[in-house]
């Protein structure tokens, strides 16, 4: 049984940092490409950042280039968002999920429940 179980999330300021965690088991890390996705309340789910199963490249969307960076540990099945500088529209739930490598890039097949990130202003 596949789990991708988040943790890290809670109420900051603006300006200021947190760092998730996504631990994953049941399956082959390796195999997965790792990507953060967030819902805000009353908007449709937006893709954050992945990176490859080497952790050799990234993608993080534009509106948090610069601030956000995602990276994963393959020793210890998880994979990590440093969130810097946030800003309240940052708040969203946050979501990983796995990808399998042969699968298509913008498929992803599994999917943690979300931690709930607010910035307040």
């Given at each position: 049984?596949?789990?991708?179980?988040?943790?890290?999330?809670?109420?900051?300021?603006?300006?200021?940092?947190?760092?998730?965690?996504?631990?994953?088991?049941?399956?082959?890390?390796?195999?997965?490409?790792?990507?953060?996705?967030?819902?805000?309340?009353?908007?449709?789910?937006?893709?954050?950042?992945?990176?490859?199963?080497?952790?050799?490249?990234?993608?993080?969307?534009?509106?948090?280039?610069?601030?956000?960076?995602?990276?994963?540990?393959?020793a210890k099945n998880?994979?990590?968002?440093?969130?810097?500088?946030?800003?309240?529209?940052?708040?969203?739930?946050?979501?990983?999920?796995?990808?399998?490598?042969?699968?298509?890039p913008n498929n992803?097949?599994?999917?943690?429940?979300?931690?709930?990130?607010?910035?307040?202003?």
């Amino acid at each position: 049984q596949v789990q991708l179980v988040e943790s890290g999330g809670g109420l900051v300021q603006a300006g200021g940092s947190l760092r998730l965690s996504c631990s994953a088991s049941g399956l082959t890390f390796r195999s997965y490409r790792m990507a953060w996705f967030r819902q805000a309340p009353g908007k449709e789910r937006e893709f954050v950042a992945a990176i490859t199963w080497t952790g050799s490249r990234t993608y993080p969307t534009d509106s948090v280039k610069g601030r956000f960076t995602i990276s994963r540990d393959n020793a210890k099945n998880t994979v990590y968002l440093q969130m810097n500088s946030l800003k309240p529209e940052d708040t969203a739930v946050y979501y990983c999920a796995a990808g399998s490598v042969a699968g298509h890039p913008n498929n992803y097949n599994y999917w943690g429940q979300g931690t709930q990130v607010t910035v307040s202003s």
